[in-house]
């Protein structure tokens, strides 16, 4: 579903935030990636959803090579996009902010009411739809702006530092839900985040190196480290 062969980025004052990053995700995959601040999570995330261009290398999604196409704008469609800060609509309630992609692609309202009503029974969020989001703790803003990734119905997900901005136990708990919606949903997920506890979740652990902007860990669930190990 996603693969990268040989991926490099470097700008224009010559520093390089990725350098030779291979890897693959199959279909229905949940994956973290970790790595220090400044070892290129963000700029990997970046690649895939086209907000930058990669310098050399290949980037398929879904088998389509994303350098050869001229029209980015029905694959971006297809992946849902979940950030630290929420970027949430603060003048629009709770539904109408999961809703407004979906207005925004010419949806019925009747599909609308029935796909945002499930996205947010996913998150555990029903009852507060009509919620302004000033007025929700930051998970529960979390849990809308996953709902809202999540109602287009992507196969694949990506999420930069979804936990940032949240305390440890809301932090797990959105990881958790993040699990609970891969094993629902099937969605491909690619999480970069600073937490060490992901090894909890037991999904696979993509590790960058910040001297090297490189993968120096690819760890299957059976094959963790131990929590002391894990170093971030």
């Not at 970790?34 to 290949?58: C, D, N, P, V």
């Not at 932090?171 to 997920?189: D, V």
């Amino acid at each position: 579903m996603i693969e990268l062969y040989r991926v490099c980025k470097e700008y224009d004052n010559g520093q390089v935030a990725l350098k030779d990053v291979s890897l693959h995700i199959p279909m229905g995959q949940m994956v973290f990636l970790i790595g220090e601040s400044g070892a290129g999570k963000s700029t990997l995330l970046k690649i895939l959803y086209k907000a930058e261009q990669f310098s050399s290398g290949r980037v398929l999604i879904g088998r389509v090579d994303i350098s050869r196409l001229a029209d980015y704008s029905q694959l971006r469609r297809r992946i849902g996009l979940i950030f630290q800060d929420y970027r949430l609509l603060n003048h629009l309630n709770v539904f109408d902010n999961v809703a407004y992609i979906l207005r925004a692609q010419g949806a019925s309202e009747k599909e609308i009411r029935y796909r945002v009503e499930g996205a947010l029974n996913v998150v555990g969020l029903l009852d507060r739809s009509k919620e302004m989001p000033q007025h929700l703790s930051g998970g529960e803003r979390q849990r809308v702006g996953i709902a809202r990734a999540i109602v287009i119905n992507p196969p694949v997900l990506l999420a930069d530092e979804p936990t940032g901005n949240l305390d440890p136990v809301n932090s797990l708990k959105i990881f958790q839900l993040f699990k609970e919606i891969n094993e629902k949903l099937k969605m491909t997920m690619l999480i970069a985040t600073h937490d060490p506890r992901v090894h909890q979740l037991k999904k696979r652990i993509i590790q960058l190196s910040v001297a090297d902007r490189q993968i120096v860990m690819d760890t299957e669930p059976s094959n963790l480290p131990m929590f002391g190990s894990l170093l971030l």
